[in-house]
């Protein structure tokens, strides 16, 4: 038995999750769809959110954040880290603007979450 604390909604349902028989995974403590989603998946396949921020060149600011856009398997995250690391990017920078594309091939891309104007 395991017990996580949903991060699907603000309710924060404290899930219990019997991973016994991972071929039949039984959820409690939900209280909608997603929880039960969310409570498997943190037992087969947990994926995380990764923000960061990279080099931004001839802009009004020197670094830009940036996030997956959507969660990748959390065994990847450091290793996605260290992409970001060299990456450097021309301004003008938008939000949205694909920095990254195709993660570490998990079909999710780095994404900028503000705008950096040309200096």
Do not use: H, W
């Given at each position: 038995m395991r017990e996580f604390i949903c991060i699907n909604c603000p309710l924060g349902?404290?899930?219990?999750?019997d991973d016994s028989d991972l071929n039949n995974i039984k959820v409690t403590g939900?209280?909608?769809?997603?929880?039960?989603?969310?409570?498997i998946d943190e037992v087969l396949?947990?994926?995380?959110?990764?923000?960061?921020?990279?080099v931004v060149l001839?802009?009004?600011?020197?670094?830009?954040?940036?996030?997956?856009?959507?969660a990748i398997p959390k065994g990847l995250i450091f290793e996605s880290l260290e992409l970001l690391k060299n990456?450097?990017?021309?301004?003008p920078v938008n939000?949205?603007?694909?920095i990254i594309k195709n993660v570490l091939n998990t079909g999710?891309?780095?994404?900028a979450t503000r705008n950096v104007e040309r200096n």
């Open positions: 349902c404290q899930l219990k999750v939900n209280t909608c769809k997603r929880g039960e989603r969310y409570g396949n947990p994926k995380r959110m990764v923000t960061s921020s990279v001839n802009g009004k600011e020197n670094v830009v954040s940036v996030k997956t856009k959507e990456t450097k990017v021309e301004a939000i949205g603007d694909i999710v891309d780095f994404v």
